[in-house]
């Protein structure tokens, strides 16, 4: 069995952060907890949670949702019909991985919201 921190794994951290960088994979997943969704789902939820451009380029998210795919954490499926009808929905180990991203929301309602507060008081 390999070491962690031999140079055949990499740094776990590493590819973890590269498994998860990008815009909107996190909030892909969070939203996917509760059940499948279909693209236009995942992008109104997207929609409805961000500040700024109310618009998610198509691109940016159908390529999220296909690294999503190839890391494992989602899975798509094609039910061949017309109009066609696409679901996504966490695999095993996506599922392993909403707790991890429920520590990391909790942590930042501790830590960030707060901050985001006062700046929000001190823009008034």
């Not at 693209?39 to 109310?54: A, D, F, M, Q």
């Not at 039910?79 to 996504?88: I, M, S």
Request: with cysteine; charged share 25%.
């Amino acid at each position: 069995m390999a070491n962690a921190k031999s140079p055949a794994c990499g740094c776990p951290v590493a590819a973890f952060q590269k498994m998860i960088s990008g815009k909107y994979k996190l909030r892909i997943v969070w939203d996917l907890k509760d059940g499948p969704r279909r693209y236009g789902e995942i992008r109104t939820g997207l929609l409805r949670g961000s500040s700024g451009s109310s618009e998610i380029a198509p691109r940016v998210l159908s390529r999220e949702l296909k690294a999503l795919t190839e890391s494992g954490l989602i899975d798509r499926k094609d039910y061949g019909v017309v109009p066609p009808k696409v679901e996504y929905r966490l695999t095993r180990k996506g599922k392993s991985f909403v707790p991890v991203i429920a520590a990391i929301r909790n942590w930042g309602a501790r830590h960030l919201a707060p901050a985001n507060a006062m700046e929000m008081i001190a823009a008034e």
